[in-house]
Nanobody, 126 residues
Framework: QVQLVESGGGLVQAGGSLRLSCAAS????????MGWFRQAPGKEREFVAA????????YYVDSLKGRFTISRDNAKNTVYLQMNSLKPEDTAVYYC???????????????????WGQGTQVTVSS
C-alpha cells in the first residue's frame, strides 16, 4: 500500500506563503492521482487541487486558482502545494490524498481517493 505524510503547515500572517509537502512511501507506483483537500473547523472537507502522476494534468478549485499551485517531484515521491497570498479563510487542516485503485469519480471528488495522510494544520492570522 501507499503511505502519505504531510508537512509544511504552520502559522503565517495574511499575505504570506507556505509550501506543503506530501511524501509518499510504499507502493507509490500504483498511485495515479494525488490531491490536496482542506477542512476548516465546523466545515466539510473540500477539494483544493489535484495532479495526475502520469501526464501531470492539474485540477484546481476555481476560487484558489492563481494563489495555489500543485506540483510534484517524482524522484522524491513528493507532491507539493505552494500557497501564496494566504488569507485567514485559508485556515484549515490540509490533507494529502492518493488514488491507488480505479475510481469513476472525478479528481474533484473525495470518493476518488482511497489513501489519506494525517493532515497538517495551516493557520493564517489577520
Amino acid at each position: 500500500q501507499v503511505q502519505l505524510v504531510e508537512s509544511g503547515g504552520g502559522l503565517v500572517q495574511a499575505g504570506g506563503s507556505l509550501r506543503l509537502s506530501c511524501a509518499a512511501s510504499g507502493r507509490t507506483f500504483i498511485s495515479t492521482l494525488m490531491g490536496w483537500f482542506r477542512q476548516a473547523p465546523g466545515k466539510e472537507r473540500e477539494f483544493v487541487a489535484a495532479l495526475t502522476l502520469s501526464g501531470g494534468r492539474t485540477y484546481y478549485v476555481d476560487s484558489l486558482k492563481g494563489r495555489f499551485t500543485i506540483s510534484r517531484d517524482n524522484a522524491k515521491n513528493t507532491v507539493y502545494l505552494q500557497m501564496n497570498s494566504l488569507k485567514p479563510e485559508d485556515t484549515a487542516v490540509y490533507y494529502c490524498a492518493a488514488r491507488t485503485a480505479y475510481s469513476a469519480d472525478s479528481a474533484y471528488n473525495m470518493n476518488s481517493y482511497n489513501t489519506w495522510g494525517q493532515g497538517t494544520q495551516v493557520t493564517v492570522s489577520s
